[in-house]
């Protein structure tokens, strides 16, 4: 599936008034944009055939701010209907080494069930 059949027209990159084909094609910038998200890299780690990797973190940051990532993932799991069972791969999930110290100060919900030790 096209991200231009997802994205609405506003979002779309347009040309230059003053003719200057200098911006880059959007459809590289999300697939730069793919590629350090699913390889874990930093921005300026990108490779250069995505874009300059500046061009790349500003469209990222944009883009999230206008919720165009959160209409795309809404339309594609409209598209896709409801699934039969949820499941999280783990191996990929990531968390700071303070994280633990969450449920402790009351900042994530515990889910487990276990009573707390006082």
């Known amino acids: 599936m096209s991200v231009s059949v997802v994205a609405p027209p506003r979002f779309q990159r347009k040309r230059r008034s003053s003719g200057s084909s200098r911006g880059v094609d959007d459809r590289r910038i999300v697939s730069g944009i ?19 990797y500046k061009t790349i973190y500003n469209r990222f940051i944009r883009w999230s701010r206008l919720g165009v990532f959160n209409r795309i993932f ?12 949820l499941m999280i791969y783990a191996t990929h999930l990531k968390a700071h ?15 487990s069930g276990e009573p707390r030790a006082a």
């Open 34 to 52: 793919i590629f350090v998200i699913r390889n874990g890299l930093r921005w300026r780690d990108a490779p250069r055939e995505y874009g300059p």
């Open 74 to 85: 809404a339309e594609l799991a409209a598209k896709g209907g409801k699934p039969d069972q």
């Open 97 to 111: 080494r303070t994280a633990a110290s969450l449920l402790k100060k009351g900042l994530f919900p515990d889910v």
